[in-house]
């Protein structure tokens, strides 16, 4: 199995910043593409960003410019760089990686979700 633990959330004024981290562990073969996704409350799950093993990345319209995404494959964590937040940016943060890991009856290809990061951004 995967594991994806979020860290680095928490609260911010408008104009601020905040660094999310995803480490995933467990026995990973390998880790294809991660990404951000958030949800605010009342609303759906939307994709924030995403970044492929090969490190080239693809950001919502709403965070384009303002959000970096990155990775390290060594750390197997992905981070996501939150500059000039805006309110509407409060949601919890969730990480998503598919990835091959080495189980029972050989290699398995799965999607895993981390439970995610709550950000806060209020003056």
């Known amino acids: 199995q995967v594991q994806l633990v979020e860290s680095g959330g928490g609260l911010a004024q408008p104009g601020g910043s905040l660094r999310l981290s995803c480490a995933a562990s467990g026995s990973i073969f390998r880790i294809d593409t991660m990404a951000w996704y958030r949800q605010a409350p009342g609303k759906q799950r939307e994709l924030v960003a995403t970044?492929?093993?090969?490190?080239?990345?693809n950001y919502a319209d709403s965070v384009k410019g303002r959000f970096t995404i990155s990775r390290d494959n060594a750390k197997n964590t992905v981070y996501l760089q939150m500059n000039s937040l805006k309110p509407e940016d409060t949601a919890v943060y969730y990480c998503n990686a598919d990835g091959t890991v080495v189980g029972g009856r050989g290699f398995e290809y799965g999607d895993y979700w981390g439970k995610g990061t709550p950000v806060t951004v209020s003056s």
């Open positions: 970044i492929s093993r090969g490190g080239s990345p």
